[in-house]
């Protein structure tokens, strides 16, 4: 603890300026904590349904992102994650407008869409129909809250990094976390491939358009990728990777067995916490049983496994503020402590103007010290630097 | 197991959310519904709307209403008001307040349950129909904006649980304890003459124990929802029967010792007429926490930018 209220009393006035006097050593957060922080904070979104504390949310992620995070390609990505969040809100508003959920003399009609009458049998789905402004703003708030989550995961995205967050997968996971590094850098690959194509036609000056002109880019653009599949397989393969290991036969059944039970464990735990009828015995006692049995399928199957990381990534007092203030985020507003429950969820049939709740603003804006508590990302412009980073870390 | 009550939280979802063209066809018109008090509901015209507080130690309120209605718009007039949930809108009842009980304070409270997602099978309002001279409830199979009562009917909300064989989180009282007894209507006060008049209206029910006023009590013997509440529910159709002329002097919101009094066997709570009031106070709230959300945001999104300014020109 002493360590994290270090770091908050070093970090207040730098914090917003990087590398200003030379006091914080840019570097880059651990990319677990940023996981944590942001997990932690779409659990705290999940709790509420007050579009004010939602947009409060968008904020603190907003400024957040901004002022931490790095000119890596991953890291350009928070505005598509913005665009998936305002498609889901509107997903949702047309469905409410389309499939409507029924007016009432007490609601505020908006508009009329044309009514598709359906048969008896079929009574319970109503197509079209007259839409309401309080079905238009449940529906938006509904969805805002869904939005809030993605935006989270979106910021985890941008804000770590994903290759050095593979890092920490257990060992019996190696060969997953290579592979999906491998998918990952493929896209950037793909999209300079075509670049790459496009320029030496225009350079030839290849004039044909449409579907021939796509077959010309096709074809060198997939043999391209063919070539640099083959030669990052050789690459790896002489560095060892994709070797059976010393495993034995019955160790490597044991394994899975503990890894089949253990995921058997966490899907019936899972539905018995979502389930309110479920026996009892179902619920958290199968996810704490499933969760033990993951957990020794894992060591069991990552003990014959040596690996040895280059430049590990280190956990200092930043990285617990970080982790910490999200947590203590999610914390609060599960707590209760100090405000209404109901002040999470304002009513909207009848319509009425949604209250701030000041604890779990407060909260929210606790999660928004990251932004300060977190070191400043490490220089970017040099070109060198980046290029290097991401071949190193593949 | 899972598989059932699955479908059975898919039923329930699917009838609770009654979206018909019933329910506009009512709502454009809302002329035709109309709370009413509970002297003018009779045997052959009206529904009555019985909703049981007793999960939260309140009595079951019964209301009377016109009948070209629907279930929902019984469930909204009077003083009656209803909460949907966030998730299926306003079709799925959540919560059920009547201005003239704690003061239109809607049950569950959000403590109890926040309306955001639909309510688990294990704690949520269960639709119960009595169609007229049944003494039987059934389990409605639609939604209350699409079911549409049939004159002289009963409909009970009641809290709880059900599973999917129906053996659990039946109703505990009688579609008689609730029903109308008139038949004709007795004015908007007490009138306290209608019983008198009971007895001929149901077809083909013989009112054999009974001496005064019998359909009550030996509607309640024959169909008994357990052998042993019909057991001890012999015993006072005597005792009914003297007090029938009672329920009617009480038509207003006073708690009635109606019919609701014999069944010994459950711990069946008071039964009270619900007279039309006037809707809870409705407070929309201030807009000034919008506004200071807004200024936070505006505040938060300019040391946004003034830390990326200033971040750009170090570089």
Same mark, same amino acid.
């Given at each position: 603890m002493p360590r994290t209220s270090a770091a908050t009393a070093r970090s207040s006035a730098p914090g917003l300026a990087p590398d200003a006097g030379g006091r914080r050593l840019p570097r880059t957060l651990h990319?677990?904590? %940023? %996981?944590? %922080?942001?997990?932690?904070?779409?659990?705290?979104?999940s709790r509420t349904n007050n579009p004010l504390l939602l947009f409060l949310v968008l904020a603190v992620l907003g400024y957040v992102i901004t002022v931490r995070r790095t000119e890596a390609p991953w890291a350009r990505g928070f505005k598509y994650y913005l665009y998936l969040a305002l498609t889901v809100v509107a997903i949702r508003v047309v469905f409410r407008a389309v499939f409507a959920t029924g007016i009432t003399p007490h609601d505020h009609f908006i508009f009329s869409l044309p009514h598709l009458p359906t048969p008896d049998w079929y009574a319970g789905i109503k197509i079209g129909g007259p839409v309401s402004l309080e079905a238009l703003l449940s529906a938006a708030t509904d969805g805002l809250r *869904?939005?809030?989550?993605?935006?989270?995961?979106?910021?985890?995205?941008? !804000? @770590?990094?994903?290759?050095?967050? !593979?890092?920490?997968?257990?060992? #019996? *996971?190696?060969? &997953?976390?290579? #592979?999906?590094?491998? =998918?990952? =850098?493929? @896209?950037?690959? *793909?999209?300079? =491939?075509?670049?790459?194509?496009?320029?030496?036609?225009? !350079?030839?000056?290849?004039?044909?358009?449409?579907?021939?002109? !796509?077959?010309?880019?096709?074809?060198?653009? *997939?043999?391209?990728? &063919?070539?640099? =599949?083959?030669?990052?397989?050789?690459?790896?393969d002489s560095r060892g990777y994709g070797r059976a290991g010393t495993a034995t036969r019955r160790s490597r059944r044991a394994t899975g067995a503990l890894m089949l039970l253990g995921m058997c464990g966490l899907c019936a735990g899972a539905y018995g916490l979502l389930d309110a009828t479920a026996p009892a015995l179902l619920g958290f006692p199968a996810l704490v049983l499933g969760g033990l049995l993951c957990v020794a399928g894992l060591r069991l199957g990552g003990r014959r496994i040596t690996r040895t990381t280059y430049r590990p990534d280190p956990w200092r007092a930043a990285e617990w503020a970080v982790a910490g203030c999200g947590v203590l985020s999610a914390v609060l507003l599960f707590s209760n402590a100090g405000f209404n429950a109901a002040e999470l969820n304002p009513s909207i049939y009848p319509l009425s103007w949604p209250t701030l709740p000041l604890v779990p603003a407060a909260a929210i804006l606790l999660a928004g010290t990251a932004g300060f508590l977190a070191p400043p990302p490490s220089a970017p412009v040099r070109p060198s630097v980046p290029a290097q980073r991401t071949e190193e870390s593949t | 197991m899972t598989a059932r009550q699955g479908a059975r939280g898919l039923a329930r979802t699917t009838t609770a959310l009654g979206l018909t063209v019933a329910a506009f066809a009512a709502t454009t018109a809302p002329a035709a519904a109309a709370p009413q008090p509970m002297g003018q509901c009779t045997t052959s015209s009206g529904a009555v709307l019985a909703v049981?507080?007793?999960?939260?130690?309140?009595?079951?309120?019964?209301?009377?209403? +016109?009948?070209? +209605? +629907?279930?929902?718009?019984?469930l909204n007039q009077g003083g009656w008001r209803t909460t949907g949930t966030g998730h299926d809108g306003p079709a799925f009842i959540c919560r059920i307040g009547y201005s003239g009980h704690q003061g239109g304070k809607q049950y569950p409270t959000p403590q109890q349950d926040d309306c955001v997602l639909t309510p688990p099978a294990s704690a949520y309002w269960s639709y119960w129909h009595a169609d007229p001279g049944q003494n039987t409830w059934t389990y409605s199979q639609l939604g209350a904006m699409l079911y549409k009562p049939r004159p002289g009917s009963v409909d009970l909300w009641i809290f709880g649980g059900t599973n999917i064989e129906g053996t659990q989180g039946r109703p505990t009282v009688t579609p008689d304890q609730l029903r109308a007894k008139n038949t004709r209507p007795t004015g908007g006060g007490p009138v306290p003459r209608d019983t008198r008049t009971a007895a001929p209206l149901p077809p083909g029910v013989d009112t054999g124990p009974a001496p005064g006023n019998p359909p009550p009590a030996d509607r309640a013997t024959p169909p008994p929802p357990s052998p042993s509440r019909s057991v001890t529910a012999s015993p006072t159709p005597s005792k009914i029967v003297s007090p029938t002329p009672t329920p009617t002097p009480t038509p207003s919101a006073t708690p009635s010792a109606t019919t609701g009094s014999p069944a010994v066997a459950a711990p069946s709570p008071k039964v009270v007429d619900a007279a039309p009031a006037a809707d809870a106070a409705h407070d929309a709230g201030s807009w000034v926490p919008a506004v200071i959300t807004g200024a936070l945001g505006l505040l938060i999104g300019a040391a946004a930018v003034f830390a990326a300014k200033r971040r750009r020109r170090t570089e």
């Amino acid at each position: 603890m002493p360590r994290t209220s270090a770091a908050t009393a070093r970090s207040s006035a730098p914090g917003l300026a990087p590398d200003a006097g030379g006091r914080r050593l840019p570097r880059t957060l651990h990319p677990v904590a %940023w %996981w944590i %922080w942001a997990l932690a904070l779409a659990t705290a979104v999940s709790r509420t349904n007050n579009p004010l504390l939602l947009f409060l949310v968008l904020a603190v992620l907003g400024y957040v992102i901004t002022v931490r995070r790095t000119e890596a390609p991953w890291a350009r990505g928070f505005k598509y994650y913005l665009y998936l969040a305002l498609t889901v809100v509107a997903i949702r508003v047309v469905f409410r407008a389309v499939f409507a959920t029924g007016i009432t003399p007490h609601d505020h009609f908006i508009f009329s869409l044309p009514h598709l009458p359906t048969p008896d049998w079929y009574a319970g789905i109503k197509i079209g129909g007259p839409v309401s402004l309080e079905a238009l703003l449940s529906a938006a708030t509904d969805g805002l809250r *869904l939005a809030c989550m993605l935006c989270c995961i979106g910021a985890a995205n941008t !804000l @770590a990094n994903p290759k050095r967050a !593979l890092r920490v997968l257990p060992g #019996a *996971l190696y060969e &997953l976390g290579v #592979a999906v590094t491998v =998918s990952i =850098s493929v @896209a950037p690959q *793909l999209v300079q =491939s075509v670049q790459r194509v496009h320029r030496a036609r225009r !350079l030839r000056a290849g004039r044909s358009q449409g579907l021939r002109a !796509l077959r010309g880019i096709i074809v060198p653009v *997939l043999e391209d990728a &063919l070539e640099r =599949s083959l030669r990052l397989a050789a690459a790896m393969d002489s560095r060892g990777y994709g070797r059976a290991g010393t495993a034995t036969r019955r160790s490597r059944r044991a394994t899975g067995a503990l890894m089949l039970l253990g995921m058997c464990g966490l899907c019936a735990g899972a539905y018995g916490l979502l389930d309110a009828t479920a026996p009892a015995l179902l619920g958290f006692p199968a996810l704490v049983l499933g969760g033990l049995l993951c957990v020794a399928g894992l060591r069991l199957g990552g003990r014959r496994i040596t690996r040895t990381t280059y430049r590990p990534d280190p956990w200092r007092a930043a990285e617990w503020a970080v982790a910490g203030c999200g947590v203590l985020s999610a914390v609060l507003l599960f707590s209760n402590a100090g405000f209404n429950a109901a002040e999470l969820n304002p009513s909207i049939y009848p319509l009425s103007w949604p209250t701030l709740p000041l604890v779990p603003a407060a909260a929210i804006l606790l999660a928004g010290t990251a932004g300060f508590l977190a070191p400043p990302p490490s220089a970017p412009v040099r070109p060198s630097v980046p290029a290097q980073r991401t071949e190193e870390s593949t | 197991m899972t598989a059932r009550q699955g479908a059975r939280g898919l039923a329930r979802t699917t009838t609770a959310l009654g979206l018909t063209v019933a329910a506009f066809a009512a709502t454009t018109a809302p002329a035709a519904a109309a709370p009413q008090p509970m002297g003018q509901c009779t045997t052959s015209s009206g529904a009555v709307l019985a909703v049981d507080f007793s999960h939260w130690g309140g009595p079951i309120y019964r209301s009377c209403g +016109t009948t070209p +209605t +629907t279930g929902y718009e019984l469930l909204n007039q009077g003083g009656w008001r209803t909460t949907g949930t966030g998730h299926d809108g306003p079709a799925f009842i959540c919560r059920i307040g009547y201005s003239g009980h704690q003061g239109g304070k809607q049950y569950p409270t959000p403590q109890q349950d926040d309306c955001v997602l639909t309510p688990p099978a294990s704690a949520y309002w269960s639709y119960w129909h009595a169609d007229p001279g049944q003494n039987t409830w059934t389990y409605s199979q639609l939604g209350a904006m699409l079911y549409k009562p049939r004159p002289g009917s009963v409909d009970l909300w009641i809290f709880g649980g059900t599973n999917i064989e129906g053996t659990q989180g039946r109703p505990t009282v009688t579609p008689d304890q609730l029903r109308a007894k008139n038949t004709r209507p007795t004015g908007g006060g007490p009138v306290p003459r209608d019983t008198r008049t009971a007895a001929p209206l149901p077809p083909g029910v013989d009112t054999g124990p009974a001496p005064g006023n019998p359909p009550p009590a030996d509607r309640a013997t024959p169909p008994p929802p357990s052998p042993s509440r019909s057991v001890t529910a012999s015993p006072t159709p005597s005792k009914i029967v003297s007090p029938t002329p009672t329920p009617t002097p009480t038509p207003s919101a006073t708690p009635s010792a109606t019919t609701g009094s014999p069944a010994v066997a459950a711990p069946s709570p008071k039964v009270v007429d619900a007279a039309p009031a006037a809707d809870a106070a409705h407070d929309a709230g201030s807009w000034v926490p919008a506004v200071i959300t807004g200024a936070l945001g505006l505040l938060i999104g300019a040391a946004a930018v003034f830390a990326a300014k200033r971040r750009r020109r170090t570089e």
